[in-house]
């Protein structure tokens, strides 16, 4: 079981908003920063939001990053069916003194 | 920019040991400020963090697999290792090295990701 909750599907229209949730607790995402990675089908991951809410270069404005106390949320506007893909959230744990990383959300636009 | 490519066997017997590579271009792997990790996917399942390693070599492992994983860096070629002992069938996956931020909790950029397959 992961430390870090995420809900195994989310699913929207084209040119619709989704979000996408990340639960965990005071050991992980409430004391530290949290990452999402999107994972189009058989490539690796690549990063898509950092330190909770900023976007690397080239990421478009259209993901965000938020998070309050101890979750966190991706959220996606303006949906395209380029946008399919398994999203990640990640993060530190400090009880196990490890990284740990949801169980991922199956995007489908519909 | 920043590449990362993995390397090794592809098929490895059960109970032998997984020996894999990660080489660093376009940077340099004694960069301050960065750990580099090593993190895997089995088949249709979601990512498991296996450990990291700073250029020192001070390394940290994901603390279920301690006892089996080693990563290890050499500078002077610009890669680093992974090491995973008495490998079984459930330690299928596509491995991935990246790089991480350290302190600041992201792995950014991943390598394409290698499949080993744990079989007689």
């Known amino acids: 079981q992961s430390l870090l909750t995420q809900p195994p599907s989310v699913s929207a229209a084209p040119g619709q908003k989704v979000t996408i949730s990340c639960s965990g607790s005071?050991?992980?995402?409430?004391?530290?920063?949290i990452s999402w990675y999107q994972q189009l089908p058989g490539t690796a991951p690549k990063l898509l939001i950092y330190?909770?809410?900023k976007r690397p270069s080239g990421i478009p404005d259209r993901f965000s990053g938020s998070k309050s106390g101890t979750s966190a949320t991706l959220g996606i506007t303006g949906l395209q069916t380029g946008d399919e893909a398994d999203y990640y959230c990640?993060?530190?744990?400090?009880?196990?003194?490890?990284?740990?990383f949801g169980g991922g959300t199956k995007l489908t636009v519909l | 920019q920043l590449q990362l490519q993995e390397s090794g066997p592809g098929l490895v017997k059960p109970s032998e040991t997984l020996s894999l590579t990660c080489t660093v271009s376009?940077?340099?792997?004694?960069?301050?400020?960065?750990?580099w990790g090593w993190i895997r996917q089995p088949p249709g399942k979601g990512l498991e963090w296996l450990g990291n390693?700073?250029?020192?070599?001070?390394?940290n492992y994901n603390p279920s697999l301690t006892s089996r994983v080693t990563i290890s860096v050499d500078t002077s070629k610009n890669q680093f290792s992974l090491i995973l002992t008495s490998v079984t069938a459930a330690d299928t996956a596509v491995y991935y090295c990246?790089?991480?931020?350290?302190?600041?909790?992201?792995?950014?950029?991943w390598g394409q990701g290698t499949l080993v397959t744990v079989s007689s």
């Open positions: 990246a790089r991480r931020k350290t302190h600041l909790n992201w792995f950014d950029p």
């Open positions: 376009g940077g340099s792997i004694s960069s301050t400020g960065y750990h």
């Open positions: 390693i700073y250029y020192t070599g001070s390394s």
């Open positions: 005071s050991s992980n995402i409430g004391n530290t920063y």
């Open positions: 330190e909770d809410n």
């Open positions: 990640g993060s530190w744990d400090f009880t196990l003194s490890a990284e740990v």
